[in-house]
């Protein structure tokens, strides 16, 4: 067990429509990664956020957008989903003082 | 940018040793890591290496070299286990921007 969390596991909705994934990084750790794995395919990096600010984005869409809350969770709201949006959805969290960054078990998302 | 290369596939026989390379250009490299995942399964850290030079780690080792853009993941006494995908990602950036990118990894097939 990492310590990251993520929840829902397992994630099916029709295109078209919003969904959020939700991240709770480990105890005390400030930064969130969030990255998108579709089939046999590498992690794409999507947006990394540190203490609650957007510090870099990678290949993240427009209709994906993120935040991190003060109690350091975060959200991944993906938007007007297409069938192509179908993947694992990563995040990692990274202390200030490791220079590993921990995944959670992802959530599979699956858009019919 | 960044590009990072890694082959796609690789097989090997159960006890022996197998070398996975990974090849990288990108700006603001401060360091390379290896993860291993598992189908369907979070990545888990192997290794990180910052200098030039050898880190090893029980079966596994990383070797990286910063003047060529270089890495290499050696794996011995294989076993069974090991079938996986070992990912190559580079750390670019410092402290609370740091950001990891990704290969698209290589899945190597451990055989009887």
């Known amino acids: 067990d990492s310590g990251v969390t993520q929840t829902p596991k397992h994630l099916i909705t029709a295109t078209g429509q919003r969904v959020t994934l939700r991240c709770s990084p480990r105890?005390?750790?400030?930064?969130v990664y969030w990255y998108q794995q579709s089939l046999d395919q590498g992690l794409q990096f999507l947006i990394h956020?540190?203490?609650?600010?957007?510090?870099a984005k990678g290949n993240i869409l427009e209709r994906f957008s993120a935040q991190q809350f003060p109690d350091l969770h975060s959200e991944l709201n993906l938007s007007s989903l297409e069938l192509g949006d179908s993947a694992l959805y990563f995040c990692?969290?990274?202390?200030?003082?490791?220079?590993?960054?921990?995944f959670g078990q992802g959530t599979r998302l699956t858009v019919v | 940018g960044q590009n990072i290369d890694q082959p796609t596939e690789m097989t090997a026989t159960e006890g022996a040793i197998v070398q996975i390379n990974c090849t990288y250009q990108?700006?603001?490299?401060?360091?390379l890591f290896w993860y291993q995942q598992h189908a369907g399964e979070a990545p888990t850290f192997l290794s990180y290496?910052?200098?030039?030079g050898l880190e090893e780690k029980g079966r596994f080792s990383s070797f990286l070299s910063r003047s060529k853009g270089y890495s290499y993941l050696l794996l011995k006494e294989l076993q069974m286990k090991d079938s996986a995908s070992y990912l190559c990602a580079v750390r670019s950036g410092m402290d609370s921007s740091y950001k990891l990118i990704f290969g698209s990894g290589t899945r190597l097939l451990v055989r009887p």
């Open positions: 956020y540190y203490n609650g600010e957007e510090r």
């Open positions: 290496n910052v200098l030039d």
């Open positions: 990108t700006s603001g490299f401060n360091g």
């Open positions: 990692a969290s990274r202390s200030s003082h490791s220079t590993e960054a921990f």
């Open positions: 105890s005390g750790d400030l930064s």
